[in-house]
């Protein structure tokens, strides 16, 4: 009995083995066969030997790993890194990569072979130096493996960069004012820098600003060098369209090619270009009236054009069945800040039941209304044959345009100042 639990521990051992076999590589069945650096085929060693033949990579370049794998049985879950290590600024550029995560299914005299490409962004202010390029290939539960490629970082001939751009009074600007750009210029190459032109572009509203620096030396005692470009002003246009805009900054020489940074600025409108919305302004003298049944009331309506541009207003009545309506005019064409009075006569029919009643005039421009005005008609019972004297009518409809004129005096006066504060605001500048 002992001797067939032991048989039957043994076996479920073996399963377990096999299984964790699956989810791992035995050691020697997964090889780097060989690794290139920017296409170069380099020497990966186990001890990480800083000696011998090492390719030379520039700051600031994007280095190419490429890693070939063979295996020779099934791996599962692999993943590689890459990374250079050493970099005083590291917390702030991490000069690394990583592969997802993937299989090689191979089998002994079967192998299989798969190649993984990474790349790190060297960063421009890497001392010149040799670095130690780990290659760290890792799964769920087997030790790491590691390899170490060597790698020489020298500094460019030539290396041209914006290091920074300062505009004022900011990301915001007022059209009709200037934008202030400063560019601090950055040598990071081995040899001086002469005659870079720099150009400070708005290209969506045609604006543009160009200085020259005469030269932009290396200091043999720091990696990089900086240099300040004269200050350059781009007068926004008055008429400038609010909203954002790209501000594009280049640096060139005839030996380096041309670099660039793109920024963006919101610009405010001006308010004596903004283009005003179209504004309808309505006084109705008077709003209701009592009628008696087979008789005539009148109404005046004035219309102002409180907007920017001239305007056709059609206007448009419809009593109902308890009276007619007309309109002294149904097309009414206005200039900016001009107005004018229509007449609408109200005659309740004989029939007319008695009681409040509305009349509506819709007032529209374009093909779309603008304004509704319910006028308002309380329809009397008839005492009397006699009609409603001629005297008092008149009267009526004199006092309603008086209240008429009143409202037109006070829109234009409003209209009036509104101009003039405008006109006194233009004559304002501010230069920067």
């Given at each position: 009995?002992?001797?067939?639990?032991?048989?039957?521990?043994?076996?479920?051992?073996?399963?377990?083995?096999?299984?964790?076999?699956?989810?791992?590589?035995?050691?020697?069945?997964?090889?780097i066969?060989?690794?290139?650096?920017?296409?170069?085929?380099?020497?990966?060693?186990?001890?990480?030997?800083?000696?011998?033949?090492?390719?030379?990579?520039?700051?600031?370049?994007?280095?190419?790993?490429e890693?070939?794998?063979?295996?020779?049985?099934?791996?599962?879950?692999?993943?590689?890194?890459?990374?250079?290590?050493?970099?005083?600024?590291?917390?702030?550029?991490?000069?690394?990569?990583?592969?997802?995560?993937?299989?090689?299914?191979?089998?002994?005299?079967?192998?299989?072979?798969?190649?993984?490409?990474l790349?790190?962004?060297?960063?421009?202010?890497?001392?010149?130096?040799?670095?130690?390029?780990?290659?760290?290939?890792?799964?769920?539960?087997?030790?790491?493996?590691?390899?170490?490629?060597?790698?020489?970082?020298?500094?460019?001939?030539?290396?041209?960069?914006?290091?920074?751009?300062?505009?004022?009074?900011?990301?915001?600007?007022?059209?009709?004012?200037?934008?202030?750009?400063?560019?601090?210029?950055?040598?990071?190459?081995?040899?001086?820098?002469?005659?870079?032109?720099?150009?400070?572009?708005v290209?969506?509203?045609?604006?543009?600003?160009?200085?020259?620096?005469?030269?932009?030396?290396?200091?043999?005692?720091?990696?990089?060098?900086?240099?300040?470009?004269?200050?350059?002003?781009?007068?926004?246009?008055?008429?400038?369209?609010?909203?954002?805009?790209?501000?594009?900054?280049?640096?060139?020489?005839?030996?380096?090619?041309?670099?660039?940074?793109?920024?963006?600025?919101?610009?405010?409108?001006?308010?004596?270009?903004?283009?005003?919305e179209?504004?309808?302004?309505?006084?109705?003298?008077?709003?209701?009236?009592?009628v008696?049944?087979?008789?005539?009331?009148?109404?005046?309506?004035?219309?102002?054009?409180?907007?920017?541009?001239?305007?056709?207003?059609?206007?448009?009545?419809?009593?109902?069945?308890?009276?007619?309506?007309?309109?002294?005019?149904?097309?009414?064409?206005?200039?900016?800040?001009?107005?004018?009075?229509?007449?609408?006569?109200?005659?309740?029919?004989?029939a007319?039941?008695?009681?409040?009643h509305?009349?509506?005039?819709?007032?529209?421009?374009?093909?779309?209304?603008?304004?509704?005005?319910?006028?308002?008609?309380?329809?009397?019972?008839?005492?009397?044959?006699?009609?409603?004297?001629?005297?008092?009518?008149?009267?009526?409809?004199?006092?309603?345009?008086i209240?008429?004129?009143?409202?037109?005096?006070?829109?234009?006066?409003?209209?009036?100042?509104?101009?003039?504060?405008?006109?006194?605001?233009?004559?304002?500048?501010?230069?920067?």
């Open positions: 009995m002992r001797k067939l639990l032991s048989v039957f521990v043994v076996f479920v051992l073996a399963l377990l083995s096999v299984s964790l076999v699956s989810a791992a590589y035995v050691p020697g069945s997964l090889v066969t060989s690794v290139e650096v920017n296409g170069e085929d380099v020497t990966e060693t186990s001890t990480g030997d800083l000696t011998g033949v090492a390719p030379t990579i520039e700051e600031g370049e994007t280095v190419e790993v890693v070939t794998f063979q295996a020779n049985a099934s791996v599962k879950d692999i993943r590689v890194e890459a990374e250079v290590s050493g970099y005083e600024f590291d917390d702030d550029e991490v000069l690394s990569d990583r592969s997802a995560v993937f299989d090689i299914n191979g089998a002994v005299g079967s192998e299989t072979t798969k190649k993984v490409t790349n790190l962004e060297l960063p421009r202010r890497l001392e010149q130096d040799r670095y130690l390029l780990r290659l760290r290939v890792t799964d769920r539960d087997t030790v790491d493996m590691t390899r170490y490629v060597t790698l020489q970082v020298e500094a460019p001939r030539r290396g041209l960069d914006i290091a920074d751009v300062a505009l004022s009074p900011g990301t915001t600007v007022k059209a009709g004012r200037s934008l202030l750009a400063r560019v601090l210029l950055e040598n990071f190459g081995s040899r001086d820098l002469e005659d870079v032109k720099v150009t400070v572009a290209p969506a509203l045609g604006l543009s600003a160009t200085e020259f620096v005469d030269e932009v030396n290396v200091d043999d005692d720091s990696d990089v060098e900086y240099e300040d470009v004269p200050q350059m002003f781009l007068p926004l246009p008055a008429n400038a369209a609010e909203g954002d805009y790209d501000v594009v900054v280049t640096a060139s020489t005839d030996r380096t090619s041309a670099v660039s940074k793109k920024y963006t600025i919101h610009v405010l409108a001006d308010e004596r270009f903004e283009e005003q179209d504004r309808l302004v309505l006084a109705v003298g008077p709003e209701s009236q009592n008696f049944a087979g008789s005539t009331v009148r109404y005046a309506i004035a219309l102002t054009n409180a907007g920017s541009n001239s305007k056709a207003y059609l206007l448009a009545t419809a009593a109902g069945d308890w009276a007619t309506a007309s309109l002294s005019e149904q097309l009414v064409v206005l200039e900016p800040g001009r107005n004018k009075v229509v007449y609408v006569d109200v005659t309740a029919a004989q007319a039941v008695a009681g409040a509305t009349v509506p005039v819709t007032v529209s421009a374009d093909g779309k209304a603008l304004e509704t005005v319910n006028l308002g008609a309380t329809v009397a019972a008839q005492e009397t044959t006699q009609p409603v004297s001629d005297v008092n009518l008149r009267t009526g409809l004199e006092i309603a345009l209240v008429l004129v009143v409202v037109l005096v006070i829109v234009g006066l409003i209209l009036g100042f509104s101009r003039l504060r405008k006109d006194n605001d233009g004559e304002e500048k501010t230069y920067y």
